[in-house]
C-alpha cells in the first residue's frame, strides 16, 4: 500500500516562494505523480503531474512558469516548488499516484493528506 506523506505548506506573501514536498513509502505501482489543490468552497483542481521514469511533466495555466514539480527517485520524493505566488493560489495541496500520468483527479488511486498553502495580498 502506498502511502504518501506532504510537507512544507504555511503562510507567505504575495511573490513569496514554498516549496512542498511529497514523499511516498510503501508498495508503489505509481508511474506518474500528480498535485491537485482545493480551495474553500471550489472543486478539487489539477496544477501539474510528472513521470517518474523520463521526468515529462505537466502543468496547469494558471500556475505555468510559475510552478515547477520535479521528482527525486532515490528518496521517492516528488517536489512542488511555487514562485511568484497569489493570492489565488491559496488552498489545500495534495499529492498524489496513478498508474498513468493524467489530469482527471478520478484517475489517481493514492492521496496524502493535504498541506495548507496560504499566500497574503
Known amino acids: 500500500q502506498v502511502q504518501l506523506v506532504e510537507s512544507g505548506g504555511g503562510l507567505v506573501q504575495a511573490g513569496g516562494s514554498l516549496r512542498l514536498s511529497c514523499a511516498a513509502s510503501?508498495?508503489?505501482?505509481?508511474?506518474?505523480m500528480g498535485w491537485f489543490r482545493q480551495a474553500p468552497g471550489k472543486e478539487r483542481e489539477f496544477v501539474a503531474h510528472i513521470t517518474w521514469s523520463v521526468g515529462s511533466t505537466y502543468y496547469a495555466d494558471s500556475v505555468k512558469g510559475r510552478f515547477t514539480i520535479s521528482t527525486d527517485n532515490a528518496k521517492n520524493t516528488v517536489y512542488l516548488q511555487m514562485n511568484s505566488l497569489k493570492p489565488e493560489d491559496t488552498a489545500v495541496y495534495y499529492c498524489a499516484a496513478a498508474r498513468v500520468a493524467t489530469t482527471r483527479a478520478l484517475n489517481y488511486a493514492t492521496w496524502g493528506q493535504g498541506t495548507q498553502v496560504t499566500v497574503s495580498s
Open positions: 510503501g508498495r508503489t505501482f505509481s508511474s506518474a
